[in-house]
Each structure stands twice: as structure tokens, then as C-alpha cells.
């Protein structure tokens, strides 16, 4: 079963990278038979996530709002550099915000390796606060982190709890550092992504704590994000690998640590 759920993730990336696959790619890359490929086509378009058509398979319009878990996470290796930068920030005790996002899951990971590693973390650990129930899995069974699940509507295309009632508890919670995952950064207008709930609820992280950090690789700088999460007035620093000269120059003014990594 869990080579099943590789196979089909991996044809899936596929599909989306490219536009669509045969059952004879899926054969020579997987190892697989023709009937396999062709169940596991036909599994993946029960599902609605791929068309089926003759001799293989093509992406369809709901593609592009799959799960985290089934995208293709652009940028990797520098979201995987950022993540164990930002992890490094995290002391003993901490109350730590994530919302949900690609950047944030990786900080997750780099969380959890990095408080079952330093022994400070055996005689304190830390809470992390989360809208995104894939953070919340992935952390569930590290004894050294409690984890706090905001309440809310959950969207299945993102894996994140939004509505009011995130908003609810996240008044009501005090945190020493958000890490905030977004989809594009407009020097002149503030954060971006791209639905109006989760801009909000993660308007309501930024609310409840002392210090906020933008996690984004340098691609949010050119990407267009079509809600508004905050101006730059809430954000401390930005984490990311490279910043050009103007938008450094425009971040810093408004008293913005940008940090590299």
C-alpha cells in the first residue's frame, strides 16, 4: 500500500510538471506493468485529479487546487535551506505560529528533527500553534512539542482551518514567533496569497504574536498573490535566499530585517 501511494503521488507530479504521461513513461520510470500503470491512472482519475484519455493521461482544470501533498514543491532545496535557517531560531519554551503553506510544512520538519536532536529540548520543549492540519500530523507523535490546532472550516485544496473561529482562539493565544508562509511579497502593498479566508486567518497569527517572520524564497518577490494579508507594518524580518537591490532598499525602510540563507 505505501509503494501504491508513491506510485501515485509520483505520477501525479509527473502529470503536472509535464501536461500529461503514458502508460508506457510510467512503465519504464516506475518498474511498474501496463496493468498497473493503468489502475493506478484510473485510481488517480476516480479521484478526479487527472483525466483519463487513450494510452495515458492529461491534467484537468482542478489540478492546479490539489493538496499540498500532491504538488510539486518548487523551489526545494531553498525552501529546505530557509526551513533549517528559520528552525535555528527556535528556542526551548518557544510558542511557535505556522500557518499552512509548502515553506511552513518544510519548517515543520525542520522543527521536529531539530528539537529530537538538541538535548534542550528534552528538558523544555516548545508549543507550535497551527491552522494547517498536515503541520499538525507531522508533529503529533514529537513528545518535546505540544501542538495546538486552531478551530474553523477546513479547505481541503490547502489543508488549512479558516473562518472565524481561528480567529477566535488565536486572540486568545500568545506566541513568541509566527513564521509566515506566503504566496508573493509586493514591496509597495504588503503579503499576498491567494484566498481571502486564509489571509485573514493568518492576519489573525500575526495578531497574537511578539514577533513575526516571513519565510519566502525569492520567487514571492516576482509572484502576484490576489489577497492581502498585512502591509509591512506587523512584519519584523524577512527569511529568504536572495533580494534584489530596490526591494531590499523599499523592506528596509520600513524597519524590515532581511535575513539570507
Same mark, same amino acid.
Given at each position: 500500500?505505501?509503494?501504491?501511494?508513491?506510485?501515485?503521488?509520483?505520477?501525479?507530479?509527473?502529470?503536472?510538471?509535464?501536461?500529461?504521461?503514458?502508460?508506457?513513461?510510467?512503465?519504464?520510470?516506475?518498474?511498474?506493468?501496463?496493468?498497473?500503470?493503468?489502475?493506478? !491512472? /484510473?485510481? #488517480? $482519475?476516480?479521484?478526479?485529479?487527472?483525466?483519463? @484519455?487513450?494510452?495515458?493521461? +492529461?491534467?484537468?482544470? &482542478?489540478?492546479?487546487?490539489?493538496?499540498?501533498?500532491?504538488?510539486?514543491?518548487?523551489?526545494?532545496?531553498?525552501?529546505?535551506?530557509?526551513?533549517?535557517?528559520?528552525?535555528?531560531?527556535?528556542?526551548?519554551?518557544?510558542?511557535?505560529?505556522?500557518?499552512?503553506?509548502?515553506?511552513?510544512?518544510?519548517?515543520?520538519?525542520?522543527?521536529?528533527?531539530?528539537?529530537?536532536?538538541?538535548?534542550?529540548?528534552?528538558?523544555?520543549?516548545?508549543?507550535?500553534?497551527?491552522?494547517?492540519?498536515?503541520?499538525?500530523?507531522?508533529?503529533?507523535?514529537?513528545?518535546?512539542?505540544?501542538?495546538?490546532?486552531?478551530?474553523?472550516?477546513?479547505?481541503?485544496?490547502?489543508?488549512?482551518?479558516?473562518?472565524?473561529?481561528?480567529?477566535?482562539? !488565536? /486572540?486568545? #493565544? $500568545?506566541?513568541?514567533?509566527?513564521?509566515?508562509? @506566503?504566496?508573493?511579497?509586493? +514591496?509597495?502593498?504588503? &503579503?499576498?496569497?491567494?484566498?481571502?479566508?486564509?489571509?485573514?486567518?493568518?492576519?489573525?497569527?500575526?495578531?497574537?504574536?511578539?514577533?513575526?517572520?516571513?519565510?519566502?524564497?525569492?520567487?514571492?518577490?516576482?509572484?502576484?498573490?490576489?489577497?492581502?494579508?498585512?502591509?509591512?507594518?506587523?512584519?519584523?524580518?524577512?527569511?529568504?535566499?536572495?533580494?534584489?537591490?530596490?526591494?531590499?532598499?523599499?523592506?528596509?525602510?520600513?524597519?524590515?530585517?532581511?535575513?539570507?540563507?
Amino acid at each position: 500500500m505505501a509503494y501504491q501511494s508513491f506510485r501515485l503521488t509520483k505520477i501525479l507530479d509527473l502529470v503536472l510538471e509535464n501536461g500529461s504521461i503514458q502508460v508506457e513513461d510510467i512503465e519504464t520510470l516506475l518498474g511498474v506493468s501496463p496493468a498497473t500503470a493503468r489502475r493506478d !491512472l /484510473d485510481k #488517480l $482519475a476516480s479521484q478526479q485529479m487527472i483525466t483519463r @484519455v487513450r494510452g495515458g493521461a +492529461v491534467a484537468n482544470p &482542478l489540478s492546479g487546487d490539489l493538496p499540498l501533498r500532491y504538488r510539486p514543491v518548487n523551489q526545494g532545496r531553498i525552501k529546505q535551506r530557509l526551513a533549517k535557517a528559520a528552525a535555528k531560531m527556535v528556542k526551548p519554551g518557544d510558542v511557535i505560529g505556522l500557518n499552512g503553506g509548502t515553506t511552513t510544512t518544510e519548517v515543520s520538519r525542520e522543527l521536529a528533527l531539530r528539537v529530537a536532536k538538541d538535548s534542550a529540548f528534552q528538558r523544555q520543549g516548545i508549543t507550535v500553534v497551527t491552522n494547517a492540519i498536515n503541520i499538525a500530523n507531522e508533529l503529533a507523535l514529537r513528545p518535546q512539542i505540544k501542538v495546538i490546532v486552531v478551530g474553523g472550516t477546513l479547505r481541503p485544496c490547502s489543508y488549512e482551518v479558516v473562518g472565524n473561529m481561528s480567529g477566535l482562539v !488565536l /486572540d486568545n #493565544l $500568545a506566541m513568541s514567533r509566527v513564521f509566515l508562509a @506566503v504566496v508573493s511579497i509586493d +514591496v509597495n502593498r504588503g &503579503l499576498f496569497n491567494d484566498d481571502l479566508l486564509e489571509a485573514e486567518t493568518n492576519a489573525d497569527f500575526l495578531r497574537s504574536a511578539q514577533r513575526v517572520t516571513v519565510v519566502a524564497d525569492s520567487s514571492k518577490f516576482s509572484a502576484l498573490g490576489t489577497a492581502r494579508i498585512c502591509d509591512f507594518a506587523p512584519i519584523d524580518e524577512i527569511l529568504t535566499d536572495s533580494v534584489e537591490a530596490h526591494c531590499l532598499e523599499a523592506l528596509e525602510s520600513y524597519g524590515i530585517e532581511v535575513l539570507t540563507a
